[in-house]
T-cell receptor, first 112, second 114 residues
Framework: DAKTTQPPSMDCAEGRAANLPCNHS???????VYWYRQIHSQGPQYIIH???NNETNEMASLIITEDRKSSTLILPHATLRDTAVYYC?????????????FGPGTRLSVLP | NAGVMQNPRHLVRRRGQEARLRCSPV?????VYWYRQLPEEGLKFMVY????????ESGMPKERFSAEFPKEGPSILRIQQVVRGDSAAYFC????????????FGQGTRLTVV
């Protein structure tokens, strides 16, 4: 079972920032937070991941609270092409590796 | 998604036939994951393989399904005696190592059982 909780859906106006929350209150010290998205029926697309520091790349920013029990994915200037299901996943960092457990995610609709 | 190649993209099989789905990981990646997505549902983990080894197959049905990732060549997900309920999108992902790295997904194989 997924160890994260996300709102089932959100709307965002085109050009505005989209802030997608994720709750992971039972996260362990060795678990990373990953974000993926799936546009329509395509394969999931990696967005960003982090452990405890905030992260930024060309796609998005990831803000992780100090207690690491929640995080927010920020798409700074949402476009229509950002309409997708966004998945927040926690995954342990260890030498054995584990699979990515996908929950239902948040369906983000970017509106013109 | 760049680099993970799945083929075929679409596969139609009659009930009782075998389906073979191929996944070529990103060059240099030694870890492969298979997921299944039923229509209008989420992604469900099936199996996680490292070269020549199955690391975790807890999501794979015990019968009719098998997976391999040989030393040379692509990873294969094999479904024997397909039934209509096997109709789904099957996604493969690869990563360079198991821990602390992202996995990249292919575009999937859409299996339709008629």
């Amino acid at each position: 079972d997924a160890k994260t909780t996300q709102p089932p859906s959100m709307d965002c106006a085109e050009g505005r920032a989209a802030n997608l929350p994720c709750n992971h209150s039972t996260i362990s010290g060795n678990e990373y937070v990953y974000w993926y998205r799936q546009i329509h029926s395509q394969g999931p697309q990696y967005i960003i991941h982090g452990l405890k520091n905030n992260e930024t790349n060309e796609m998005a920013s990831l803000i992780i609270t100090e207690d690491r029990k929640s995080s927010t994915l920020i798409l700074p200037h949402a476009t229509l092409r950002d309409t997708a299901v966004y998945y927040c996943i926690v995954r342990p960092w260890d030498n054995y590796g584990q699979n990515f457990v996908f929950g239902p995610g948040t369906r983000l609709s970017v509106l013109p | 998604n760049a680099g993970v190649m799945q083929n075929p993209r679409h596969l139609v099989r009659r009930r009782g036939q075998e389906a073979r789905l191929r996944c070529s990981p990103v060059k240099g990646h030694s870890h492969v994951y298979w997921y299944r997505q039923l229509p209008e549902e989420g992604l469900k983990f099936m199996v996680y393989l490292q070269k020549e080894n199955i690391i975790d197959e807890s999501g794979m049905p015990k019968e009719r399904f098998s997976a391999e990732f040989p030393k040379e060549g692509p990873s294969i997900l094999r479904i024997q005696q397909v039934v209509r309920g096997d109709s789904a999108a099957y996604f493969c992902a690869s990563s360079p190592q198991g821990a602390s790295t992202e996995a990249f997904f292919g575009q999937g194989t859409r299996l339709t059982v008629v």
